[in-house]
């Protein structure tokens, strides 16, 4: 399987470490795939676990009452915001090499 671009690839290589993230996975119905496209607003100087980081932060404001502040957002796509190319038709309905199961259920915190 190739990346569609340059811009996809490093955003899913970056994905456990910082910035823009591009992943596939299971959706809210886990015999379907969905291609999710977001952000995380931290990272470690190591780059260790940046949702651990995020959900762990995330916590600590809502226990302050504190209740529209986003570290994190993410939503499904369908086309790469780079290239233009429809996802599902570039790397297949199960995700292809945008596919990490753990991620998804980490972002979406149902681990």
Known sequence: ??????S????FDSRLEYGQFLVAGPAPKPEETWFYY???MAH???WDDVLGATRTATAAIKAEGISNFKLQEFGCVHYCSTCGVNLRD???NDGGALR???YIRTMRDET
């Open 1 to 6: 399987m190739t990346w569609c671009c340059s």
């Open 8 to 11: 996809a690839q490093g955003r």
């Open 38 to 40: 977001g952000f995380n």
């Open 44 to 46: 470690r100087k190591n």
């Open 90 to 92: 570039h790397y297949g």
């Open 100 to 102: 990490d199961e753990e």
